[in-house]
């Protein structure tokens, strides 16, 4: 199941949101969650 909003970590004191609100849609947000899966797994 997917949360229907995800707040990621702040960029350049801009808060970032995902809002899944709006059906089925795409875009290229995608590097923001690897983004954030990148800082809690430290990989980079």
Known sequence: ???EKLTFSPLA?????????????TSDAGLLLLREIDKQHRLT
């Not at 004191?13 to 849609?25: C, L, V, Y």
């Open 13 to 25: 004191r801009r808060q970032i949101e995902a809002d899944f609100s709006g059906g089925h849609i």
């Open 1 to 3: 199941m997917v949360p």
